[in-house]
């Protein structure tokens, strides 16, 4: 008989690209970045599921936006208003408890926790939350490490940048990459530009383009698949640093620094 406490994680598409992640025990659910509350109610109806806890990563709007609405319709079902977790350093309006680097989430319904991970860079006060369940361990990471790229600079540094995907990088390599955004064909093009030869990269190619095809969603991915197919977790590799100094004729090949250059070059690249 299958329990009916374990853990399930789903994602629910929204706007063009967005991933909206949802965890439950199959009776109660917590949502990550909600930027629209209408795919996540009609999911929360149709599975009989009550929310509980709403995790934001980031300020953007794409992000947040749903929080309200959800907000107001748990409130028109008489039911217990769900509690927002977001960034400490972020002004958040939405947001009613503040979290900094390892702060832990602890849920009740459904019963799980989270850890809290400072990962700046894509916005000033950008955090991601682990959890490490029994069965599996997940992150979700909002805009900071996609499958096969990274966030946009908009806030950060490139040193900050760095040190935040370092942070993910170093989780267990089996970990489960639940990032918010369906860009990976196109991040797929652009690493191969910078790695050409990755053989696995030309592999994860294929069957990226195979799930695109058939509707599925390319993620998550794993921290492990992530570290032998994303340049932007390679900027310590040969072949990553020859193809950078290549394009932009660099004589400094510190990791900061490579991934300076490969960011920029991503920024303008066109496939």
Known sequence: MPDDNLLQVHSIAAYDDNYIWLISDKHCAVV??????????????EHHLTLTTILITHHHADHIGGVVNLLAWCDSLGQEKPVVYGPAHENIAVVTERLIESDIVSVARPACEFTVLDVPGHTAGHIAFYLNAEEQSHVFCGDTLFATGCGRL??????????????????????????????????????????????????????A?????????????????????????????????ESVKQHQAIKDTHPVTVFAHLRSWKDTFRA
């Open 32 to 45: 990550v970045d909600p930027g629209d509350a209408a795919p996540v109610i009609r999911y929360l109806t």
């Open 154 to 207: 908009f806030e950060g540094t490139p040193a900050q940048m760095v040190d935040s995907l370092n942070k993910l990088k170093n989780l267990p390599d089996q970990t489960l990459v639940h990032c918010a955004h369906e860009y990976t064909l196109s991040n797929i093009k652009f690493a191969l530009a910078v790695e050409p030869q990755n053989q696995e990269l030309l592999a994860w190619q294929q069957k």
């Open 209 to 241: 383009q195979s799930l695109r095809q058939q509707g599925v969603p390319t993620v998550p991915t794993t921290i492990a698949h992530e570290k032998s197919v994303n340049p932007f977790l390679r900027c310590e590799e040969s072949s990553v640093i």
